[in-house]
T-cell receptor, first 116, second 113 residues
Framework: DTGVSQNPRHKITKRGQNVTFRCDPI?????LYWYRQTLGQGPEFLTY????????KSRLLSDRFSAERPKGSFSTLEIQRTEQGDSAMYLC??????????????FGEGSRLTVL | QKEVEQNSGPLSVPEGAIASLNCTYS??????FFWYRQYSGKSPELIMS????GDKEDGRFTAQLNKASQYVSLLIRDSQPSDSATYLC?????????????FGKGTHLIIQP
């Protein structure tokens, strides 16, 4: 098992463009999370999936953000009409579905977004 | 609003000494507690989880939980320069609720050779 994989690792885009990030979780994990982290801050929860169902979305996730996990395997996070405030590291993590281990997250290396 | 508070540091500890990292949380419903280590430019890595009051030891690491005081700590014995990193405290509400972890801002730990 190669762990959680994210791509692209780095994305530089101009304000107003759309970007999409992909996450491939650890295969036996049924929960998948997206977090955002800026410099000097801890990761902020965005959304999570159990299998293909999106069970919770943070109020941080504006209408410009959408996430999918169509077959309960990989997930995508799309940001439309990017703004400079979207510049951050976007972290994907996966975990087992059984309590209390759902908080034992395995993170990918992240996708760093820079909006010019 | 769930909050997790940590002293941002930097916390400087001489090599071989015990590093003590502290965390408080606001939500009394929190049931699960985690410490993640994050090296500069890297993603967080789970190092300890604790679910009940008391101490839990794993090698050089000891996590301590006091739910009455809403306090969780991490002790690192025989600190090594490779322990220099940011340590993130995270809490969640268990019981199958739809909830992601809430992270603190992290404590930057520096182990001085």
């Amino acid at each position: 098992d190669t762990g959680v994989s994210q791509n692209p690792r780095h994305k530089i885009t101009k304000r107003g463009q759309n970007v999409t990030f992909r996450c491939d979780p650890i295969s036996e994990h049924n929960r998948l999370y997206w977090y955002r982290q800026t410099l000097g801050q801890g990761p902020e929860f965005l959304t999570y999936f159990q299998n293909e169902a999106q069970l919770e979305k943070s109020r941080l996730l504006s209408d410009r953000f959408s996430a999918e996990r169509p077959k309960g395997s990989f997930s995508t996070l799309e940001i439309q009409r990017t703004e400079q405030g979207d510049s951050a590291m976007y972290l994907c993590a996966s975990s087992f579905g059984g309590q209390p281990r759902t908080g034992e997250l395995f993170f990918g290396e992240g996708s760093r977004l820079t909006v010019l | 609003q769930k909050e997790v508070e940590q002293n941002s540091g930097p916390l400087s500890v001489p090599e071989g000494a015990i590093a003590s990292l502290n965390c408080t949380y606001s939500d009394r419903g929190s049931q699960s507690f985690f410490w993640y280590r994050q090296y500069s430019g890297k993603s967080p890595e789970l190092i300890m989880s604790i679910y009940s009051n008391g101490d839990k030891e794993d090698g050089r690491f000891t996590a301590q939980l006091n739910k009455a005081s809403q306090y969780v700590s991490l002790l690192i014995r025989d600190s090594q320069p490779s322990d220099s990193a940011t340590y993130l405290c995270a809490v969640s509400i268990a019981g199958g609720g739809a909830d992601g972890l809430t992270f603190g801002k992290g404590t930057h730990l520096i182990i001085q050779p």
